[in-house]
């Protein structure tokens, strides 16, 4: 199965918003409340960033949400900040006993 | 404070075997499911496999599936990877993951280790 669709960068000044974008089908994202999304600096293990489609983890800024419409999850960071520079993965359940993740999305601040 | 340590990775040549070790503390392990994950060099994720709180149940990607076994000791509070018959592609570093809500066995992943280096080469 290939992987979800992200687009392959995205980027923004500080303090504008950004939306990353994560397209599957009605086999997974669309069918499953099951997407979360993570962050990865380089060189360092992944960290959950949203949960559930829309869920935050204890400790995770509130300028981190995401939604889910049809067959496509967004992750929008508001008010981006230097820090925020990372790649985001998104990823979803897809109903045959297995998780499938995008492919990545670099996000630069500029 | 939850930590997830992995180990065993290294250089194995195609069709070789190695065997990964993840070893948890901070929570009650034999609550959660527990998955393997890996990313190529410069390359995305790739879920590799699941195994549930109790050890009952396992699930594979169909690129490892028939080769790489998972399993835990809850008794030593370690999740295992077993690869066998290693190909090039399985070039990585693996992640041992934690799962999220208590006896969900597929879904999101809230504690990764720092990862173990796999080199699969002649």
């Known amino acids: 199965q290939s992987a979800l669709t992200q687009p392959a960068s995205v980027s923004g000044s500080p303090g504008q918003p950004i939306t990353i974008s994560c397209i599957g089908t009605s086999s997974d994202v669309g069918n499953y409340n099951l997407v979360s999304w993570y962050q990865q600096y380089p060189g360092k293990a992944p960290r959950l960033m949203i949960y559930e489609v829309s869920k935050r983890p204890s400790g995770v800024s509130s300028r981190f949400s995401g939604s889910k419409s049809g067959n496509t999850a967004s992750l929008t960071i508001s008010g981006l900040q230097a820090e925020d520079e990372a790649e985001y993965y998104c990823c979803s359940y897809v109903g045959t006993n297995a998780l499938l993740f995008g492919g990545g999305t670099k996000l630069t601040v500029l | 404070e939850v930590e997830l340590l992995e180990s065993g990775g290294g250089l194995a040549q195609p069709g070789g075997s190695l065997r990964l070790s993840c070893a948890v503390s901070?929570?009650?392990?034999?609550?959660?499911?527990m998955s393997w994950v890996r990313q190529a060099p410069g390359k995305g994720l790739e879920w590799v496999s699941v195994?549930?709180?109790?050890?009952?149940?396992?699930y594979y990607s169909d690129s490892v599936r028939g080769r790489f076994r998972i399993s835990r000791d809850n008794s030593l509070n370690t999740v295992y990877l077993h690869m066998n018959t290693l190909r090039l592609g399985d070039t990585a570093t693996y992640y041992c993951a934690k799962g999220t809500g208590q006896y969900q066995l597929l879904g999101s992943f809230d504690s990764w280790g720092q990862g173990t280096r796999v080199t699969v080469s002649s």
């Open positions: 901070g929570f009650t392990f034999s609550n959660y499911a």
């Open positions: 195994v549930s709180a109790s050890g009952s149940t396992t």
